[in-house]
Antibody
Framework: QLQLQESGPGLVKPSETLSLTCIVSGGSISSNNYNWGWIRQPPGKGLQWIASIYNSGSTYYNPSLKSRVAISVDTSKNQFSLKLYSVTAADTAVYYC?????WGQGTLVTVSS | EIVLTQSPGTLSLSPGERATLSCRASQSVSSTSLAWYQQKPGQAPRLLIYHTSSRATGIPDRFSGSGSGTDFTLTINRLEPEDFAVYYCQQYGASLTFGGGTKVEIK
């Protein structure tokens, strides 16, 4: 069974870049043409899709975040990553990595000086 | 961009009752692209239903999904204490969209 685990800093300063990695186990990114993606949930709020990537390299972004987001995949390490640039307090959220119905446990990222 | 609207926002029911949750899309959604999730506090969402009506592995048969086009429904028969949670619908394809959620609370 596919397992996903987010890793990255829990605190990011305003205007800096949020960087997260999702480590995949129990299956190979390169052999599963899943929608590998990132979703976030601000405290007490609903779910917001951020970005997705396929093992072909095709990427898709939420239009509201597209100008600040980059998603990439490293098949050699069986992981994929998210970068969110120029963060503000509004980017404080639990960030989940996701693949075809499988979710990581989530990691809280707080934007604060 | 497809917008999903869930109703009601909150559903107050007693254990043993039936819950009917609605998800309406701003444009037609393929029946193979609609899912439902359950989320409890402090936990990641759990996949309940995919392809509109297929139960995910390990999901009890009291959970069922139906619908087509722009109107989809999640039904929970005979609510158990562990079913009180927030439920989200999701459309998935290259991009994803979530509804705003329905909270099922104990009456």
């Amino acid at each position: 069974q596919l397992q996903l685990q987010e890793s990255g800093p829990g605190l990011v300063k305003p205007s800096e870049t949020l960087s997260l990695t999702c480590i995949v186990s129990g299956g190979s990114i390169s052999s599963n043409n899943y929608n590998w993606g990132w979703i976030r949930q601000p405290p007490g709020k609903g779910l917001q899709w951020i970005a997705s990537i396929y093992n072909s390299g095709s990427t898709y972004y939420n239009p509201s975040l597209k100008s600040r987001v980059a998603i990439s995949v490293d098949t050699s390490k069986n992981q994929f990553s998210l970068k969110l640039y120029s963060v503000t307090a509004a980017d404080t959220a639990v960030y989940y990595c996701y693949a075809q119905g499988y979710w990581g446990q989530g990691t809280l990222v707080t934007v604060s000086s | 961009e497809i917008v999903l609207t869930q109703s009601p926002g909150t559903l107050s029911l007693s254990p043993g009752e039936r819950a009917t949750l609605s998800c309406r899309a701003s444009q037609s959604v393929s029946s193979t692209s609609l899912a439902w999730y359950q989320q409890k506090p402090g936990q990641a969402p759990r996949l309940l239903i995919y392809h509109t009506s297929s139960r995910a592995t390990g999901i009890p048969d009291r959970f069922s999904g139906s619908g087509s086009g722009t109107d989809f429904t999640l039904t929970i028969n005979r609510l158990e204490p562990e079913d009180f949670a927030v439920y989200y619908c999701q459309q998935y394809g290259a991009s994803l969209t979530f509804g705003g959620g329905t909270k099922v609370e104990i009456k």
